[in-house]
């Protein structure tokens, strides 16, 4: 339509209807656009971008004071000293007691060191290729109780926190130091037996106990332990007991794994970084230095999705009002590129160290955390295994807790992939590489504090 004609054509009554309704869509969709779908011109929170959640240590401290300081007060603060070690009331023989110094501290973490994919060789997000760190708090195990020198931690361990063994019969003790500013954590244990006050747990209606100061000296059976809540710069020493129940039966693998991790204001501790694991081994079954005496490797793999984006709890696509489609969409693409799909904390083939010689007997210890959608199904190529002594398979099923062991004779040299085989999973990164070396090369080291988890001198 000519210039001419199109104002001849507005003039008309019709015309005139046409193009104020035009106008009214546009203003109706600037409106819209204005107060984000909302229809009111009252601001909405936008949330941080992945790269906003990376800055710097001190992200954590604000992040879990904002979150905990309403409900949640310390159990132990510096000032009142160390205030554990007792198992029941009584001081666990020192002869059958194995402990560790372990401290919360942050640490900035790189889920893809190299900046790449390295075993798959496809391309990855620019958005992940250029935001693949963050700052998280992590376990760390020192020599002593001074909390000056570190204990080397095993690269294939990954973002793990250190790895604590016993033998059934035995003790574990360990001191906690909080180094990690702004909130309260702990160390929770699964498999072992505890009393309250090692339990680790901040949970029940502890908050109004708290506010009414009746920690100690009441009539009534507490509902924390001492050890619920370890205040920044506070230490409590955990004692957890290995029992005939926290070991293997006979017709089980000779050792198991359990997890541990913070237990003080939900699911959001393990996010930071703050679990690892146990190994409980049959005596009858043991070495000297507790390892099983029938395998000659250990390895491990927690498959967990880290969430980077920066929400945290925030879920307002709703509240107050009516389902707001538009929002929540926003909300979920910023979460899902927040998303890192990781074996022990690493992401496109990133995890080092998963490496055996031919012939080798090598035991997986197997854990999933994590939320409804930490579903994965482990899968090694090239090489089969045993779980928990009752089938042999390839594909072993983890939910959120899942604790397994899986046995594999490591009989077919050469590289093979190792992944979640739920196919978004493993688009996100969910993969790493397993080396089994032939005879008569180098290959992996056999030295045990290389081919074992835990093992330092200091630990007796």
């Keep these: 339509m000519r210039s001419g004609s199109l104002v001849r054509f507005v003039r008309t009554p019709l015309g005139m209807t046409c193009a104020i309704a035009l106008i009214l ?16 011109f ?15 240590p001190d992200r954590i401290a604000r992040q879990w004071h904002d979150k ?53 060789g496809m391309p990855v997000a620019l958005s992940l290729a250029a935001n693949h760190r963050a700052w998280k708090a992590r376990y760390f195990q020192y020599t002593d109780g001074t909390f000056t020198k570190r ?7 990954g973002i793990l926190g250190p790895v604590l063994r016993g033998t059934v019969g035995e003790y574990i003790e360990v001191t906690f130091l909080n180094r990690t500013r702004g909130g309260a954590f702990s160390m929770h244990p699964h498999g072992v037996k505890y009393d ?12 109004n106990y708290l506010q009414s100061g009746k920690i100690s000296g009441q009539s009534e059976p507490p509902l ?23 070991g293997p039966l006979p017709s089980e693998p000779s050792s198991k794994g359990w997890l541990y991790h913070s237990h003080v204001s939900s ?27 029938d395998v000659d490797r250990e390895m491990a793999a927690l498959f967990l999705i880290f969430d980077e984006s920066g929400l945290g709890d925030q879920d307002d696509s709703g509240a107050g009002g009516p389902f707001d489609s538009k929002r929540w969409a926003y909300l979920q693409s910023i979460k ?52 928990d002594g009752r089938r042999r398979t390839d594909v072993v099923e983890l939910l959120p807790a899942s604790m397994k062991v899986a046995d594999m004779v490591a009989d077919n040299p050469g590289g093979w992939l190792f992944h979640c085989h739920v196919e978004e999973h493993m688009a996100g990164g969910m993969f790493a590489r397993v080396t089994v070396y032939p005879r008569g090369q180098p290959g992996a080291s056999r030295e045990p504090e290389k081919a074992f988890f835990g093992l330092h001198s200091t630990n007796r």
């Excluded at 869509?25 to 009111?40: E, K, N, P």
């Excluded at 009252?42 to 710097?56: C, F, H």
């Design 196 to 207: 309250k006050d090692s339990e680790g747990s901040y949970h029940g209606n502890a908050a």
């Design 224 to 246: 924390l332990g001492r050890g619920a809540a370890v205040g920044y710069g506070a230490r409590f020493t955990y004692v957890w007991y290995c029992d005939e129940s926290s």
């Design 42 to 56: 009252r601001k909405a929170r936008k949330p941080p971008t992945a790269a906003a959640t990376s800055s710097d």
């Design 68 to 120: 905990v300081a309403n409900y949640i007060k310390p159990t132990v603060t510096a000032e009142m000293g160390d205030l554990g070690g007792k198992y029941f009331g009584q001081t666990p023989d020192p002869a059958k007691t194995r402990h560790y110094y372990i401290a919360a501290e942050p640490e900035q973490w790189d889920f893809m060191p190299s900046g790449s994919d390295v075993v798959c």
């Design 267 to 293: 699911g959001g501790e393990i996010n930071l970084g703050l679990e690892g694991f146990i190994i409980v081994t049959d005596p009858k079954r043991a070495r000297p230095d507790g390892t099983p005496n």
């Design 336 to 387: 899902e590129a927040g998303e890192r799909y990781t074996i022990n904390g690493y992401i496109y083939g990133n995890l080092p160290g998963l490496d055996m010689n031919e012939g080798e007997r090598v035991r997986w210890y197997l854990f999933g955390l994590g939320s409804e959608e930490d579903q994965h199904t482990a899968h090694w190529h090239g090489l089969r295994v045993i779980e």
């Design 25 to 40: 869509l546009v203003v109706v969709d600037v409106f819209w656009l204005l107060t984000d779908g909302t229809w009111s």
């Design 151 to 157: 204990v080397p931690q095993n690269a294939r361990l």
